[in-house]
T-cell receptor, first 115, second 119 residues
Framework: QKEVEQNSGPLSVPEGAIASLNCTYSDRVSQSFFWYRQYSGKSPELIMSIYSNGDKEDGRFTAQLNKASQYVSLLIRDSQPSDSATYLC???????????????FGKGTHLIIQP | GAVVSQHPSRVICKSGTSVKIECRSL??????MFWYRQFPKQSLMLMAT?????????EQGVEKDKFLINHASLTLSTLTVTSAHPEDSSFYIC???????????????FGPGTRLTVT
């Protein structure tokens, strides 16, 4: 079964520090990778997308992709209390049925930024 | 940009009744929309892919006769839960896929979700 794995946490990080979130995926042919932020009771919000190996930076967020290791990560610099949420790693194209473009989600990492 | 709305945000219905949930892309056209379901403490699971002008494709284990999907226009997809039962109580979230543009890949933007409670 094709899977996306994340450490469920909670991951506790002091305010102002760097939060590092990790994700591994099982399908080697996956092409598109996403990080979503989800607050309790709300729907996911797209934070970052990454499609090629290496780093991609957007403001305080950096996504890293290593296809050889089937590994995606998200770094949050200068962490703020408002960053406290569940972060979902999602991979495209892992469904074998009709939803080939649907996203397969990990269970999420609960991040807590301590003031 | 890339705003997706859902209606209603919350619905309570009695067992055996049907509920319709609407998903709209407000500022872009979406030939493809997706319906996900999230149970408490679980991650999102894809239920079906909705394609404008054609039949939806359902994931394994999702009953197409129970979860009716209609994608009537480039900005609207509806999910109807027929003969709802308490085990259908969940958080239903739609997403709309944008055009790849210069990026070369699609991104999905999620609606705010509909919390369904079946009593």
């Amino acid at each position: 079964q094709k899977e996306v794995e994340q450490n469920s946490g909670p991951l506790s990080v002091p305010e102002g520090a760097i939060a590092s979130l990790n994700c591994t995926y099982s399908d080697r042919v996956s092409q598109s990778f996403f990080w979503y932020r989800q607050y309790s009771g709300k729907s996911p919000e797209l934070i970052m997308s990454i499609y090629s190996n290496g780093d991609k930076e957007d403001g305080r967020f950096t996504a890293q992709l290593n296809k050889a290791s089937q590994y995606v990560s998200l770094l949050i610099r200068d962490s703020q209390p408002s960053d406290s949420a569940t972060y979902l790693c999602a991979v495209n194209g892992m469904y074998s049925g009709g939803g080939a473009d649907g996203l397969t989600f990990g269970k999420g990492t609960h991040l807590i930024i301590q003031p | 940009g890339a705003v997706v709305s859902q209606h209603p945000s919350r619905v309570i219905c009695k067992s055996g009744t049907s509920v319709k949930i609407e998903c709209r892309s407000l500022d872009f056209q979406a030939t493809t929309m997706f319906w996900y379901r999230q149970f408490p403490k679980q991650s999102l699971m894809l239920m079906a892919t909705s394609n404008e002008g054609s039949k939806a494709t359902y994931e394994q284990g999702v009953e197409k006769d129970k979860f009716l999907i209609n994608h009537a226009s480039l900005t609207l997809s509806t999910l109807t839960v027929t003969s709802a039962h308490p085990e259908d109580s969940s958080f239903y979230i739609c997403s709309a896929r944008d055009s790849p543009g210069d990026r070369g890949f699609h991104e999905q933007y999620f609606g705010p979700g509909t919390r369904l409670t079946v009593t």
